[in-house]
């Protein structure tokens, strides 16, 4: 079982959010919306969102569903298989207490 958190310690969680379309969202032409993969820090996973949704949002993006993976511990207790790639963006988002948009996927009708 991963450790429960401190009030200050920061933990990295993975986040696919769903968003719509708005206008000058940088999505590609005829796309209706786009999942992208993120990773997120905070003291908690609610944290991790609303930082992740109030950020999706000023970059003009329209958040429309979050889909919490967990923890890195989280995933890894689920079997997960988790790239040097996906670890290190993992570490830069924790390092730098941001989020980091690793993959965005455009949806078509």
């Known amino acids: 079982m991963s450790e429960k958190p401190t009030k200050t310690s920061q933990r990295v969680y993975t986040l696919l959010v769903e968003v719509g379309r708005a206008q ?22 609610a944290e991790a969102v609303r930082e992740t949704v109030a950020l999706l949002k ?34 830069r988002a924790l390092s730098e207490n941001s989020v980091v948009v690793s993959q965005t996927t455009a949806y078509y009708e």
């Open 24 to 45: 000058d969202d940088g999505l590609p032409d005829g796309a209706v919306g786009a999942a992208l993969m993120c990773y997120a820090s905070g003291v908690d996973e």
């Open 58 to 91: 000023k970059a003009g993006l329209a958040p429309l569903d979050v889909t919490g993976y967990g923890t890195r511990e989280d995933r890894l207790e689920l079997g997960h298989e988790l790239s040097d790639d996906e670890l290190s963006l993992m570490d």
